[in-house]
């Protein structure tokens, strides 16, 4: 934003330069310029990356009248703000990067400054699950929950956040991304249990198969297969899908 500065003096002044008359904090004033030496205009730009609630812009008494007359003070403006400091996001997690069946891990930003105009339903787009209105008691952290979607198997997934909200001051923030969470909500299933011979007789051993829809962890054949009429050896796998 620039803003409008407008000088008007009683009448027509002489050696008047606003490049060297007026101080501007916090910014920079174009050189005013005037029709008739009374009123006079410029605009003001304010410095980037600067957030000051207390300015104002000083006229100092180094001008005079045409005749050659010098004023009795300086003369001020009234206060203004400057706030131009985006606000920026100093970290976006998830409390679980890797999620299976019941996870429900809690999903945290916290800003730099309070925004305003935030929305996680509209400014956060979430891969493979559905992230719950987030709340606030500062407009600075907000925290909400994730439910990661049923039946997703998908290692590569993250949360992106959009640039449509604003500081409460009105300027715009940046995007940022969570770093990448897996999804596996899919349960693993027996594609194949099977014995090489279903009839058997002294003296006979049979082959028994198992065969899973994926990748298992933590199975133990003789804890979790029940036997029986009979002893199974420990059952062996290379890829820990099938097994013999």
Do not use: C, H, R
């Not at 509209?122 to 039946?151: C, H, R």
């Amino acid at each position: 934003e620039t803003s409008t500065v407008t000088l008007q003096f009683s009448e027509a002044v002489a050696s008047f330069s606003s490049n060297d008359d007026i101080t501007t904090p916090n910014g920079s004033l174009s050189l005013m310029t005037s029709s008739d030496n009374i009123t006079w205009t410029g605009t003001f730009t304010p410095t980037s990356g600067v957030q000051d609630t207390s300015n104002i812009l000083t006229l100092a008494t180094s001008y005079t009248d045409t005749a050659g007359n010098t004023p009795s003070s300086a003369s001020t403006t009234a206060n203004y703000e400057v706030d131009t400091t985006a606000p920026s996001v100093s970290s976006f997690t998830i409390s679980d990067s890797a999620m299976i069946i019941g996870d429900t891990p809690t999903v945290t930003i916290v800003f730099s400054e309070a925004v305003s105009g935030f929305v996680s339903g509209d400014d956060v787009t979430v891969a493979n699950g559905e992230l719950a209105n987030m709340t606030s008691s500062d407009n600075i952290t907000w925290t909400g929950t994730f439910t990661p979607n049923s039946d997703v198997e998908d290692a590569t997934n993250v949360m992106t956040l959009a640039t449509s909200y604003t500081d409460t001051a009105g300027n715009a923030g940046p995007s940022a991304t969570t770093d990448n969470y897996a999804i596996d909500t899919i349960s693993p299933t027996v594609a194949a249990f099977t014995m090489s011979d279903t009839a058997l007789i002294s003296g006979e051993t049979s082959t028994v198969t198992l065969q899973f829809s994926e990748a298992v962890a933590n199975f133990s054949s003789s804890a979790d297969i029940t036997v029986q009429n009979g002893s199974l050896s420990t059952m062996t796998t290379t890829d820990n899908i099938t097994w013999t």
